[in-house]
């Protein structure tokens, strides 16, 4: 299996001016929020406090205008530095997409292949061995196209019978694995000769009853469903 770490980068548009933060970039700028000084948030990110005041230049300039604002010590020296109401608002969509990012952390890769496209009802199929999936239609996509889905743990619903509601995919399965993650318990299931994994608490894993080798089933929205064509 091919091991890829990539840095996240935000686009920032601010003022039809854009800038590709990076994550030190980010990281700088929450030090400033958190700490008060440049020279403390530097050493937070492991840089001289030179190379900080070139990357909020930067991002200054990119952009044309002020994200952090200085103020010099008195006579016992020190100063400071907070950031503007324009450096706090690229902040927090940074934080925003972190957050959604660390969300979605945990997901179910699934290699399928279109089997059937509907037009009439806007649905399309993807299948793996004996997994069959439904999600929106997409014109992008033709009949024998290879299909990456993609469906975070937090998307699967378990259920002990299959409940009409507005899932549309529910499927049968076998639970395989149950192993406490932190505050919940994290299940494999196999469904159709593919193994999906559920997170849930464990309030719910307790009435449900759940065991290994019991038979359940699993539900999740068309719109969940996150593709990517091979």
């Known amino acids: 299996m091919t091991d890829v770490k990539a840095d996240v980068e935000y686009k ?3 003022n039809d001016n854009a800038f590709l933060l990076d994550h030190k970039k980010f990281k700088l700028l929450e030090g400033i929020l958190n700490t008060g000084s440049i020279t ?3 050493k937070l990110i492991d840089v001289s406090y030179r ?3 070139n990357y909020i230049n930067k991002i200054e300039t990119a952009l044309n205008v002020s994200i952090v604002s200085t103020s010099k010590g008195g006579k016992g020296g020190g100063g400071g ?4 109401p ?3 608002s690229i902040l927090k969509e940074c934080k925003k997409i972190n957050a959604i990012m660390q969300l979605h952390r945990d997901v179910n890769e699934i290699e399928t292949v279109v089997s059937d496209i509907d037009e009439d009802k806007g649905v399309m199929e993807l299948t793996k061995n004996n997994l069959s999936i439904k999600i929106p239609l997409d014109r992008s996509y033709a009949l024998g196209d290879n299909i990456l889905a993609l469906i975070s743990y937090d998307n699967i619903f378990i259920m002990l019978e299959p409940s009409k509601s507005s899932i549309r995919n529910i499927i049968d399965g076998k639970i395989v694995e149950m192993k406490l993650d932190g505050e919940v318990i994290k299940v494999r ?3 159709g000769g593919v193994e999906l994994y559920s997170f849930i608490t464990l309030s719910a894993e307790k009435d449900l009853n759940l065991t290994i080798g019991k038979t359940v089933c699993i539900g999740f929205k068309a719109m969940s469903v996150a593709t990517l064509k091979l």
């Not at 530095?81 to 503007?84: K, P």
């Open 12 to 14: 920032i548009n601010f």
């Open 40 to 42: 403390d948030a530097s």
């Open 189 to 191: 299931i196999d469904v």
């Open 86 to 88: 324009e450096g706090r």
């Open 81 to 84: 530095a907070i950031l503007t």
């Open 51 to 53: 190379t900080a005041l």
